[in-house]
């Protein structure tokens, strides 16, 4: 109770701390980096216990600059993330790879946080399945 309570006088601060900031004019700015994946959801259905639990999400910098992403978080450390570090190129590919320890038995859903400098700068991607003996 006590948690939610500070996250909501935390979330109501800091709604009044920014709108008392005036408000900038948005500027177009077409010279940016855009990330599209080919599909931000991976269902694992059902899978051994032990067997490889390793998938892997396709992306392309469909802006006009480079595309870095700065940070690649998983929701638990049961998935451990892996992405590019060099940036990519406009209107090429790359793949941030995905594991989960599939020696938990049970069903799973887990949240892989990606970001980057492209105008949708958090995109979230999720895994899910259910781990069978």
């Not at 469909?62 to 992405?83: E, I, Y």
Request: net charge positive; proline share 5%.
């Amino acid at each position: 109770m006590n948690k939610n309570l500070i996250t909501l006088i935390l979330i109501t601060l800091t709604l009044l701390v920014s709108s008392s900031y005036p408000a900038k004019k948005a500027q177009p700015d077409t010279d940016i980096s855009e990330i599209e994946f080919k599909f931000t959801e991976y269902d694992f259905g059902e899978i051994k216990r032990g067997s490889n639990g390793t998938c892997e999400f396709e992306f392309k910098n469909t802006g006009k600059k480079p595309l870095v992403l700065t940070d690649v978080r998983s929701s638990c450390g049961c998935t451990v993330p892996v992405w590019p570090k060099d940036p990519v190129r406009k209107n090429h590919k790359s793949k941030i790879i995905v594991t989960y320890d599939t020696k938990r038995i049970g069903s799973f859903v887990k949240t892989i946080t990606v970001l980057s400098n492209a105008s949708n700068s958090i995109i979230r991607l999720k895994i899910k399945g259910t781990v069978v003996i």
